[in-house]
């Protein structure tokens, strides 16, 4: 099973300004990551796919990269609404895992 | 408007049977492979069961096999999941959500809370 170390667990940033999130695979998955926003009480929505790609109707604020082992989530600049928990979650290998999450707190 | 409801949850005792029901509307249902995803305190967000567009594979995590079972009914255009069995740790909100074979999971459901207590 793969495992999927996010980092940090919990990150508080202000409005406009970038936030970072780590996703680390315990084996290669090329680059089949995702990201999930999962905002207070609601259920997760799916935000980048393949690594780098934004789902319909996200904002482009949001962007993903890297592969293999090592992703990245940015936020290139905090709005409110983007207070939530955010998964990553590799689908290359069975079963399908995800990570732990990280909390991102809006000042 | 895409929409996937899900339908059934609640409190039972461990040993009991919950049957859990995911009906859409505004989705390509027959086109897709669908999922049962559940959020539970220990183990965080955790993939259920997989079934195929027409039912013919289905796909479980270890620690549900045998004792769970995912259906669809593609004319209702609805998902089910048949829990058996029941343990504590399998105490969550479980959800419904599109695709999650070779695709990420997408759409997703509000979810339904299911309590395994005595």
Known sequence: EVVLTQSPATLSLSP????????????????????????PGQAPRLLIYDA???????????????????????????????????????????????????????? | EVQLVESGGGLVQPGGSLRLSCATSGFPFRNHWMSWVRQTPVKGLEWVATIKEDGSMKNYVDSVKGRFTISRDNSKNSLYLQMNSLRLDDTGIYYCAGDGSNSPFDP???????????
């Open chain 1, 16 to 39: 406009g300004e970038r936030a970072t999130l780590s996703c680390r695979a315990s084996q290669s998955i090329s680059t089949y990551l995702a990201w999930y926003q999962q905002r």
């Open chain 2, 108 to 118: 997703w459901g509000q979810g339904t809370l299911v309590t395994v207590s005595s």
């Open chain 1, 52 to 107: 780098s790609n934004r789902a319909t109707g996200i904002p482009a604020r949001f962007s993903g990269s890297g592969s293999e082992t090592d992703f990245t989530l940015t936020i290139s600049s905090l709005e409110p609404e983007d207070l939530a928990v955010y998964y990553c979650q590799q689908r290359i290998r069975w079963p399908p895992t995800f990570g732990q999450g990280t909390r991102l707190e809006i000042k």
